[in-house]
């Protein structure tokens, strides 16, 4: 069996995800299923809405005390997800 034409696995799904410009949905769709894993339950409760526009994490939080608190972290959420994604995907957080 010839090796010339072989590749790994992640190459070639990263090939296919340039290829067919869909590497943005795929990382939209990580975000949203790392969400309650990196927030945990009691955060994950108060979100309402995910969305992803432009490389920005709009977070739509239902407890103002929670909103609040969450506004102070956005820079540390936003380096969380990058470092679960694997790499610079977003570049900010932003809470409403």
Request: proline share 2%; glycine share 4%; net charge positive.
């Amino acid at each position: 069996m010839s090796d010339h034409n072989q590749t790994d696995l992640k190459a070639a799904i990263k090939a296919m995800l340039d290829y067919y410009k869909l590497k943005g949905r795929y990382q939209q769709t990580r975000i949203k299923q790392l969400w309650p894993a990196l927030m945990g339950p009691s955060i994950t409760q108060y979100t309402t809405d995910l969305r992803i526009s432009h490389n920005v994490l709009f977070v739509t939080i239902r407890s103002a005390a929670l909103k609040q608190e969450l506004s102070m972290g956005t820079e540390k959420i936003c380096r969380l997800l990058n470092e679960e994604l694997g790499e610079e995907y977003l570049k900010e957080v932003v809470i409403r």
